[in-house]
């Protein structure tokens, strides 16, 4: 008789293999409080949302009505990796009009968002282990990014004596020049900007010492500081030669979900970031690109120009309303549409102070710990790219709530 089979025992299933190191950056607070404000609104509640930098009211209608006639009659295939070329052209004479800058269209490359630009300038510019300075508080995914791809950030901490930018000094106070500095003006969080002196020094440092410049202006357009309300508009592009121009549709033109943005290169970057992008993403999206050249047609700066308006509209409201809410420190609201406050008089960190504003007024607002690891427990960001109406019945539901946890007005306040 033939022995009966072995018992078969049960083969534990192997450990999960892990995530990349590199992938474990922090996740974004402000989608933990928009996740929050939409599970509130889903319950029937009101909820007044400051706490997203998107343009209220989105794209220009004459770009929303060439992208539904492209839908009906285009072929929307691929484009060239570097972007369609005649929006390409388009962009150029942007930089000609805004700046009187004369660019080659070769230049610019169309990327998908500014997101997908800051992924290709860096991988172009920077080698696995390369230094990068940049300004804390600031945009999170700039560190965030850069980590990912294996380089090392080097933290600015830039508080109320430098307008929150920056400065040569602290570049010279480093042990070495670092291969890349990053600036962004108007900035997030704060909405201060690099006056020509200051972009000039910094241009002119990075220069001297072989440091790749790489300027954020998404924001352009959006500034209200001047004698005539409107601050003209600085581009790297026209200071220093071997700098990266980083810009998009989304704030202007108000088209954040598009998902389109471009980038100005030095001609040395010109290739690789071609190479890259027909790799990473064969090319940006069709649809946006095509329906994107009406936003340089004059209705579009109309419309962006009248949504700035607006914008404008609330701020004023918004610093008025400074002494009534007591938030005596405040970075200077120069461009872009955000308030970077300090809120610690509450005896709250700005983690638990979002999150009782929400729960307790409705009313969703940014902590600063998204901006700034060190001291944004402090802090809060406030968006104002809404309706004047809709920010004043929010600062009527933070004053009262306020007032309900102890805050006091502050008739020293000044913007």
Known sequence: ??????????????????????????????????????????????????????????????????????????????????????????????????????????????????????VLAFLAAFEHGDRVALARPGYPAYANILRALGCEVVDLPCGAAQRYQPTTAQLDALDRPPAGLLVASPANPTGTMLDAAALDALAAWSAAHGTRLISDEIYHGLTYAGPDGRRPPLTTAARHPDAVVVSSFSKYWAMTGWRLGWLV???????????????????????????????????????????????????????????ALGWSHVAPADGAFYLYADVSASGLDSVTWCARLLD???????????????????????????????????????????????????????P
């Open 1 to 118: 008789m033939a022995p009966p089979p072995p018992t078969s025992q049960p083969v534990p299933p192997p450990d999960p293999l892990p995530a990349s190191r590199r992938s474990r950056v922090p996740p974004f607070a402000v989608m933990q409080i928009v996740a929050a404000a939409n599970e509130r609104r889903a319950a029937g509640a009101d909820v007044l949302s400051l706490c997203v930098g998107e343009p209220a009211g989105g794209a220009p209608a004459v770009v929303r009505r060439r992208a539904a006639e492209l839908v009906e009659h285009a072929d929307l295939g691929y484009t060239e990796a570097a972007g369609l070329p005649a929006l390409r052209h388009a962009i150029a004479g942007h930089y000609a009009r805004w700046y009187g800058l004369d660019l080659d269209p070769r230049w610019v490359v169309v990327t998908t968002g500014s997101s997908g630009a800051f």
């Open 265 to 323: 290169l030095p001609d040395a970057l010109v290739d690789a970031v071609d190479a890259l992008a027909g790799n990473i993403a064969l090319s940006p999206p069709a649809l946006p690109q095509h329906a994107a050249l009406a936003a340089f047609s004059e209705e579009a700066y109309a419309a962006a120009e009248a949504a700035v308006a607006r914008y404008a509209d609330a701020r004023a409201l918004l610093l008025d309303r400074l002494p």
């Open 360 to 414: 307790e007024a409705g009313v969703a607002l940014t902590p600063g710990t998204d901006f700034d690891p060190a001291d944004g427990h402090r802090w809060v960001r406030l968006s104002f790219a809404v309706a004047p109406e809709v920010l004043s019945a929010a600062l009527d539901r933070i004053e009262a709530w306020q007032a309900t946890i102890g805050v006091a007005p502050d008739t020293g306040t000044t």
